[in-house]
């Protein structure tokens, strides 16, 4: 059968992070089919062809979108004798230690013209999973309070907040959280409410 040996050393590795694996193969007559079974912590199954780099060495490269936990891929060669060896382990471990993405948060140090409702928004992005999205909201007359009750559109996140038109500085503070444990703050956050300048009463953003 064709001889195998593993040229990638096991390690911990980051969810979602590019994983090349590399193992050089041998055989005494021809070799017919190379690749790697890949089993995941959750039991799920994945076979994938191995490319010849150079030489004897054959690679395959996959992203770690797999479950969390233990990563077991097992490399295998056919030669045109029917030979086979899957004799060559990987063992790697899939850890979620990356906070999650966070951008396009809205309002951050605007002005709103006697508006009674304001659209608190963002984008949160995460390679395992976001669990929760957090708002801390100050009023300007100074009640606080903290709500999960975002709105999802895709990674858009959207909150309506009643401002009840009280004129002054609002302040706000968002977490997002991902199903790891990992968290992202956006710090502090303001914005102003202020009167129309003519009296007139009518809603606008300057």
Do not use: K
Not at 59 to 70: E, I, P, R
Not at 95 to 124: G, K, Q, W
């Amino acid at each position: 059968p064709p001889a195998l040996v593993n040229l990638t050393p096991n390690r911990t590795i980051e969810a979602g992070a590019a994983l090349l694996l590399s193992m050089n193969v041998t055989d005494d007559t021809q070799l017919d089919f190379i690749g790697f079974n890949v089993t995941a912590s959750n039991g799920s199954n994945t076979f994938f062809h191995a490319s010849n780099a150079s030489g004897n060495n054959f690679t395959g490269q996959f992203n770690s979108t797999y479950a969390l936990g233990l990563l077991n891929v097992y490399g295998f060669a056919n030669d045109t004798s029917s030979n086979t060896n899957a004799s060559v382990n990987f063992t790697f471990t899939i850890t979620d230690t990356s906070p999650p993405n966070m951008s396009d948060v809205f309002p951050n140090n605007s002005i709103f013209i006697n508006y009674s409702v304001i659209n608190i928004s963002l984008i949160a992005m995460d390679r395992v999973g976001i669990d929760r999205v957090t708002l801390n909201f100050t009023y300007a007359n100074g009640t606080t309070f903290t709500s999960f009750a975002f709105i999802r559109a895709g990674d858009r996140y959207s909150y309506l907040v009643n401002a009840t038109s009280l004129q002054g500085e609002y302040y706000l503070n968002i977490s997002v959280n991902d199903t790891s444990g990992n968290v992202i703050y956006t710090g502090p956050l303001n914005f102003s409410l202020n009167a129309p300048a003519n009296g007139s009463g009518s809603n606008g953003n300057a």
